[in-house]
């Protein structure tokens, strides 16, 4: 059965760091391009990262650039979210999804593609 599970979520002060795991099974994560998606309450849930199959392209939202960095072990079949300075708007429920699709060169941080998604891991900035 094919299933993507998140790790690492946890409460965090402001400026603190934290590293988010997706870990596949039944699959092999390499084929995929990979994104990071977040909710926060009562909002829409928002494309944070992505990285293609290969690991030489990624994108980030705006809001994370210069803060979270992505990165995959294939041999491991997961990805990882490194997320520093972490902020209070930076709480919310992270996702991990696979683009349905394998071998595609580009990534993206809308939610069209992404047809396996994680349960979500909750990631709470609070002092």
């Known amino acids: 059965q094919l299933q993507l599970v998140e790790s690492g979520g946890g409460l965090v002060q402001p400026g603190g760091s934290l590293r988010l795991s997706c870990a596949a099974s039944?699959?092999?994560?390499?084929?995929?391009?990979i994104g990071w998606f977040r909710q926060a309450p009562g909002k829409e849930r928002e494309g944070v990262s992505c990285i293609n199959s290969s690991g030489g392209m990624t994108t980030y939202a705006n809001s994370v650039k210069g803060r979270f960095t992505i990165s995959r072990d294939n041999a491991k079949n997961t990805v990882y979210l490194q997320m520093n300075s972490l902020i209070p708007e930076d709480t919310a429920v992270y996702y991990c999804?696979?683009?349905?699709?394998?071998?595609?060169?580009?990534?993206?941080?809308?939610?069209?593609?992404?047809?396996?998604w994680g349960q979500g891991a909750q990631v709470t900035v609070s002092s």
């Open positions: 999804a696979a683009d349905g699709t394998t071998h595609q060169a580009m990534c993206v941080l809308n939610r069209t593609p992404y047809d396996y």
């Open positions: 039944g699959f092999t994560l390499a084929y995929h391009n």
